[in-house]
């Protein structure tokens, strides 16, 4: 029987290249989109619930799959708002987490950010961190929390600053050996496909896995 999957932030841009990957996947038959606008030009396999997703909650009847993947992430640039910032990047995973423990989804994959900690004083890993708590305290069968360094990929939207800081990297990124393999560079595409391989795995309990795993993982493929 084919699987089913639900992608939540399918717009940015590891969520839109975790989409089409899914959608050319003969292992899964329906792809479900959890979205405030509609994506135009999908295959018959996509169903978009569209609606306001900071009350996910609303969902729940719908909200169901044999695995989740959650890409959400917004920025300061974009949502400059600390209190809105934290109920896009905490709020809706943790949703998602508690819709799929109701609902007893036994796989949830979530892109976190490298120096999440829930005791940082950077608001941002703080965020994050609080982000991976919530998720964990679930308790769903197989969890996967992807910590990426800065992704680099082709967006949309313009990131000036995350742009200069990819540009640095880069130039930096031969001295980045041993335990500093984490801190090189991710595509996009290599975040997606390590979410895709995990989630097909024959079995993975809780699991944090940071960038240099997830370039590791990514060539399972």
């Not at 640095?168 to 595509?187: A, D, R, T």
């Amino acid at each position: 029987m084919k699987k089913t999957a639900i992608i939540l932030g399918a717009t940015g841009l590891t969520g839109s290249i975790l989409l089409q990957k899914l959608e050319r996947d003969d292992r899964y038959g329906t792809i479900k989109l959890f979205s405030r606008s509609r994506i135009e030009g999908l295959s018959n396999k996509v169903e978009q619930h569209i609606g306001d997703v900071l009350q996910l909650e609303k969902f729940k009847d719908h909200f169901m799959a044999d695995e989740v993947y959650c890409c959400i992430g917004t920025t300061t640039n974009k949502t400059p708002d600390k209190e809105l910032y934290r109920k896009i990047d905490m709020g809706i995973p943790v949703t998602a987490a508690q819709l799929s423990r109701q609902n007893d989804i036994k796989k949830f994959l979530v892109i976190s950010a490298m120096g999440a900690d829930r005791d940082s004083r950077i608001f941002y890993n703080r965020t994050k961190g609080e982000m991976e708590q919530g998720v964990l305290k679930q308790e769903i069968r197989y969890t996967s929390i992807l910590r990426p360094s800065l992704i680099d990929g082709d967006r949309d939207e313009q990131r000036t600053m995350e742009k200069i800081g990819i540009k640095i990297f880069k130039v930096l990124e031969p001295l980045f050996v041993g335990p500093l393999k984490k801190y090189k560079i991710i595509q996009a595409e290599e975040i997606a496909q390590a979410m895709i391989n995990l989630a097909n795995a024959s079995s993975h309990a809780a699991v944090i896995i940071t960038s240099n795993d997830i370039k590791q993982l990514a060539k399972k493929n």
